[in-house]
């Protein structure tokens, strides 16, 4: 398999690369050349034609007749730089296509060395130990949080079945106290305020009311003199 690898691509990737530019130059130079002759090509026969009508008028019918044959030659030649260039285009295309498939092959070429390179420094056994290494110290960290956490001295000695025990005495004392607790609330004493309505409220300013007063004892005084 590497044989035919070494003789489809034997060049250097840098030499297989100029190739294919120099390629496409040339190609690229020959179909610009093409397409200036078919140019020029149209014009004449465009010429000859322009020519063949002003003849038909001068009744000069043989040399309109020749201008029409020197168009058709032009027209062959231009159907020629046709499929000239037509050629020339899939030749491109080609090339094309196989620089893209070698820049492929040397790209995974190249990523197939990387991983060789890094398989060879990664054995599985290597891995293995790291994680039992791994493994061995998360055992021990936690067996060391464990022993942090655990109890120490008098702490230590309680019975935590006794607690809850306790815990539950206290908690059922609590709901006998809040069941048996009154539940009756005291009147409200606050003062009720009634609230006058204001037609019944006297607006009479209180200048006027001394005078009426006034009036009226002058009024009996007179009467009780008479």
């Known amino acids: 398999m590497s044989g035919v ?7 250097s990737k840098e030499q297989s690369q100029a190739t294919a530019l120099a390629s496409l130059d ?7 050349m093409l397409e200036k002759k078919e140019n020029l090509l149209v014009k004449k026969a ?31 030649q231009i159907e020629q730089l046709g499929n000239f260039q037509l050629r020339i285009h899939d030749q491109m295309i080609m090339l094309e296509a196989a620089k893209a498939t070698t820049e492929t092959v040397d790209a ?6 990387a991983m060789k390179a890094m398989h060879k420094s990664t054995n599985i056994d290597d891995v ?29 000695d309680f019975d935590e079945d006794e607690l809850e025990a306790e815990l539950a ?27 006058v309505p204001t037609a019944q409220q006297s ?5 006027q ?11 009996l005084q007179a009467e009780m003199a008479m």
């Open 5 to 11: 690898f070494g003789r489809v691509f034997g060049k």
């Open 26 to 32: 040339k190609l690229n130079e020959t179909l610009e």
């Open 46 to 76: 465009n010429l000859e034609v322009e020519k063949a009508k002003n003849f038909t008028k001068a009744k000069n019918k043989r040399a309109a007749i020749q201008c029409l044959k020197r168009k058709r030659l032009y027209e062959q």
């Open 108 to 113: 995974l070429r190249t990523g197939a060395s």
């Open 128 to 156: 293995d130990k790291t994680m039992d290494e791994i493994n061995d110290n998360m055992e021990n960290m936690r067996q060391i949080q464990d022993l942090l956490s655990a109890p120490m001295g008098a702490a230590a």
């Open 169 to 195: 005495d206290l908690e059922g004392e609590e709901l006998e106290a809040e069941l048996l607790a009154p539940t009756t609330t005291a009147p409200s004493t606050a003062p009720v305020r009634v609230r």
């Open 203 to 207: 607006t009479r300013p209180s200048g």
């Open 209 to 219: 009311s001394s005078k009426a007063e006034d009036d009226e004892l002058a009024a």
